[in-house]
C-alpha cells in the first residue's frame, strides 16, 4: 500500500503549488521505490514512457498559425463581429458555441476545434467583447471569468457529446473491456446510452450560463 | 505512406525554431532557460528514439529542472502593437477567418476522405495515427494560405508561435509527464491498489449504493489518475461487471457507457488532466492555474448526479 504515497505526492504537491512537472517526477520516484524499483530504473522507465506518449504534445503544432492570426487581428476581428451584435451576451454567445461543438462532436469531429485554435483566438475574446456590448467595459476580474467560463463551455460539451460517436476511443475502451468479460456488444449500443448524458449535458450547462449573464450584470452595477 | 515521424519531424523543427529565436530574443532576461528548454523538446522529437530509455530519463528531468527552478522567462518578439491589430482587423475582415477555418476543414476531409485513400494497396496514411497527421498537413495548408493572405513575415508564425508557447510554458509538457507518470504508476501497481481499497472497503450491498459506489468511485478514481480510460477497467472489473451486471442483472451496455461519463465528470475537476484544465489557464493568461477547473466543479458535480439518476434508472428495466 506504500507505493500509494506517489499518489499523495501528486495530491499536495498539486495542491500547495510547486511546479508540476518537478511534483510529477518526485511522484513517479516515490511509487516506484516502493515498488523496488531503483530511481535509475524509475527515470530510464519514465524516459521511455515520455517517448511513446510524444504524440501528445505534437498537438501544439497549431501555434504558429494562431500566433500569425493574432499578429494580424484574428482576435480584433472576432471581438468587433460580436460588438456588432444586438441582444447578445456571453452567457448566451457560449450557449451557441456549445450546441455547435455538442453536435459536431457527436458526429465525429471533436478535433476541429479545441483550446489553443478556437477558445484562445476566437472564443474567448468574442465572449468578452459580448460581455462589453452588454454591460459596458468589464473589470479585470470579470474577464478572468469570462475566459475561464469559455474554456470551460468547450471542454464540458466535447466531453458530454463525443461518446455519441461510435468510433470514439472511450467507446472503443468500453466495447474491448466488456469484450474481455465475454459480454459481447455492438459499438452502437455505447454511443446509444450516452445519448441522454449529452442532453443533460446542453441543460444543465446552458443553464448555468443563463445564471452566469445574471452574475455578470450583477457585478457589472457599480 | 505518412506516418507518425513525419509529425515528429515537423514539430521538432518548430520547436528547433524556438529555441533558436529565444536564444536571440534579448529582451527576455532568461532567454537561455527558454532556449535550453524548447531545444530539449526539439531533440525529444527529433531523436528521441535514438536516446534509449535512460537518455529520455535524462532529457525529462532537464525539462523538470529548468521549469522546477523558475528559468523560463516569457520571450518578447517584434510584433504588431494592439492599435496595429485593430487596423489590421479593419482592414482584412473576415479574410482573416479563412485560415482558421481551413485548418478544420482540412483535418476533416483528412480523416473522413484521405484516411481511405491507399495507393497501390499501401494506405496513404497510418490508420491509427490519422488525425495528428491531419493536424499536420492542416496546419501547413493554413499557414502557406495566411501567409499569402495576409501578408505577414515569414518568420511570424515561429515568432509568434514562440510567443504562445511561453505563455503556455511548462504547462505545454505536463500533459506528456502525466501520461509517462500513468505508465510509471501502472508498471508500480498503484491502480490495482486504490481498486482493492475501493472494491473492498466500500457498501455496495443495495442496487443504488451499488451505482452510487460505481459513478462516484469512477469519477474519483479519474480525479486521482488524470484520466478515465486509467480507472475503468479497475472499478469496471471490480464493481461494475461483479455486482451492477452479475448480481442486479443490470444492463452492461447502459452500465459501460454510463460509468465512462462518470469518469469524465472527474477529468473535469482533477489538475491531472492538464490538457484539458490546466493548459487553457496559461493560453488565457490567467492568474489563477485552477481557474477553468473552479468553472467546470458545478457543472462536473450535477452531470455526476445526473450519471447516477440515470443508470439507476436505465440499466434496470426489465
Not at chain 1, 514512457?49 to 504534445?57: G, L, M, S
Not at chain 2, 493536424?135 to 499557414?143: K, P, Y
Not at chain 2, 477497467?233 to 451486471?245: Q, S
Amino acid at each position: 500500500m506504500l507505493i500509494l504515497l506517489g499518489v499523495a505526492v501528486i495530491v499536495v504537491g498539486f495542491a500547495i503549488r510547486l511546479n508540476p512537472l518537478l511534483v510529477v517526477l518526485l511522484a513517479a520516484m516515490t511509487s516506484g521505490w516502493f515498488a523496488g524499483l531503483s530511481p535509475l530504473q524509475v527515470l530510464a522507465a519514465f524516459g521511455h514512457a515520455f517517448n511513446e506518449n510524444r504524440f501528445v504534445t505534437s498537438a501544439y503544432l497549431v501555434l504558429p498559425l494562431v500566433g500569425m492570426l493574432e499578429r494580424a487581428g484574428v482576435r480584433e476581428r472576432a471581438a468587433a463581429m460580436i460588438a456588432g451584435m444586438r441582444g447578445v451576451s456571453a452567457g448566451r454567445f457560449l450557449i451557441s458555441y456549445m450546441a455547435l461543438r455538442q453536435v459536431t462532436a457527436a458526429v465525429g469531429l471533436a478535433t476541429i476545434a479545441g483550446q489553443t485554435q478556437t477558445v484562445r483566438p476566437l472564443i474567448a475574446p468574442m465572449a468578452e467583447a459580448a460581455t462589453e456590448v452588454r454591460d459596458g467595459p468589464p473589470a479585470v476580474e470579470t474577464r478572468y471569468l469570462v475566459r475561464a467560463m469559455s474554456a470551460a463551455t468547450d471542454n464540458v460539451a466535447v466531453f458530454f457529446s463525443e461518446d455519441v460517436f461510435i468510433a470514439m476511443g472511450s467507446v472503443l475502451l468500453v466495447v474491448s473491456f466488456l469484450t474481455t468479460a465475454k459480454i459481447v456488444i455492438d459499438p452502437l449500443r455505447i454511443s446509444v446510452w450516452s445519448i441522454p448524458t449529452a442532453l443533460c449535458a446542453f441543460v444543465i450547462h446552458g443553464a448555468r450560463l443563463l445564471l452566469f449573464d445574471r452574475r455578470l450584470a450583477r457585478n457589472a452595477k457599480p | 505512406m505518412i506516418k507518425l515521424g513525419f509529425v515528429y519531424v515537423l514539430a521538432g523543427l518548430m520547436f528547433a525554431a524556438f529555441a533558436v529565436f529565444s536564444a536571440t530574443d534579448r529582451a527576455n532576461r532568461k532567454r537561455w532557460g527558454n532556449a535550453l528548454f524548447w531545444g530539449l523538446v526539439a531533440v525529444s522529437f527529433l531523436a528521441g528514439d535514438r536516446l534509449g530509455d535512460l537518455g529520455n530519463g535524462v532529457l525529462v528531468l532537464g525539462l523538470a529542472l529548468i521549469a522546477g527552478f523558475g528559468f523560463l522567462g516569457r520571450g518578447q518578439p517584434i510584433a504588431t502593437s494592439p492599435a496595429e491589430r485593430v487596423s489590421l482587423a479593419e482592414r482584412f475582415g473576415n479574410r482573416l477567418f479563412l485560415p482558421a477555418l481551413m485548418l478544420p476543414l482540412v483535418v476533416a476531409i483528412g480523416v473522413l476522405l484521405l484516411k481511405p485513400v491507399q495507393i497501390a494497396g499501401v494506405p496513404l496514411m497510418d490508420l491509427k495515427q490519422a488525425t495528428l497527421i491531419s493536424l499536420a498537413l492542416a496546419v501547413i495548408v493554413a499557414v502557406a494560405l495566411a501567409l499569402v493572405l495576409l501578408r505577414q513575415p515569414w518568420t511570424s508564425p515561429l515568432q509568434e508561435g514562440r510567443r504562445l508557447a511561453d505563455t503556455i510554458g511548462w504547462a505545454a509538457l505536463l500533459p506528456q509527464f502525466l501520461a509517462a507518470l500513468g505508465v510509471v504508476f501502472a508498471l508500480a501497481g498503484v491502480g490495482k491498489a486504490i481498486g482493492l481499497l475501493t472494491t473492498t472497503y466500500l457498501p455496495v450491498d443495495t442496487r443504488l449504493a451499488a451505482v452510487s459506489v460505481y459513478c462516484i468511485g469512477m469519477a474519483a478514481f479519474t480525479m486521482l489518475m488524470g484520466n478515465a480510460f486509467a480507472a475503468f477497467p479497475v472499478l469496471t472489473g471490480g464493481i461494475a461487471l461483479p455486482i451492477l451486471v452479475g448480481h442486479f442483472g443490470g444492463n452492461p451496455a447502459v452500465i459501460g457507457s454510463l460509468g465512462m461519463l462518470s469518469g469524465f465528470c472527474g477529468t473535469l475537476m482533477t489538475p491531472l488532466a492538464a490538457n484539458f484544465n490546466l493548459v487553457p489557464s496559461a493560453l488565457l493568461e490567467l492568474p489563477d492555474r485552477y481557474a477553468v477547473i473552479k468553472a467546470q466543479i458545478p457543472t462536473a458535480l450535477l452531470m455526476l448526479i445526473v450519471n447516477v439518476v440515470l443508470m439507476y434508472v436505465l440499466a434496470f428495466r426489465q
